[in-house]
């Protein structure tokens, strides 16, 4: 079986931000799948994807201060007309990436006790977010 569908997340402000109960209340056709894949997808070049930690906060205000201390804004950047945030975001975007895939068991994803997906926005107002999810499986 295969099943995609575009959704689209809140905005949110510059940070990293656990979004699998809203991803997941966008895909109920999960419930279906004995095994299989999903790929979370991004559509956007200063926004990313990735999986880390779902319980403490405080993981997620560290990944920011890395990924600023990574890439920081004041770089002598070419691509400035966008803002000083843009071409940064770029950058931390093509680190972090733009799909994940979780693979999903018993209508379930299987994901570690400890993780879950996170959007990481790179931009300080980089507005919704647009996902496209593929979910390929049996039933």
């Known amino acids: 079986m295969w099943f995609q569908k575009k959704i689209q997340l809140m905005e949110r402000p510059r940070g990293f931000h656990l979004v699998t109960a809203e991803v997941l209340q966008q895909i109920p056709e999960i419930a ?11 559509q956007h070049t200063s926004a990313s994807l990735t999986i880390n930690e779902n319980a403490d ?11 600023n ?22 950058v931390k975007a093509s680190m972090m990436g733009s799909s994940i895939m979780i693979p999903v068991s018993d209508g379930r994803l299987a ?5 879950g997906i996170y959007l990481c926005e790179h931009r300080n107002r980089g507005g919704a977010r647009r996902l496209v999810l593929t979910l390929n499986g049996q039933a």
Do not use: S
Request: charged share 15%.
């Open 69 to 90: 201390y990574l890439v920081p804004e004041n770089l002598p950047f070419v691509h400035v007309c966008e803002g000083a945030d843009d071409m940064p975001a770029h």
């Open 57 to 67: 906060p405080d993981v997620r205000v560290d990944m920011e201060t890395a990924a």
């Open 111 to 115: 994901l570690g006790t400890w993780q």
């Open 32 to 42: 279906n799948i004995n095994m299989g894949w999903l790929q979370v997808f991004i």
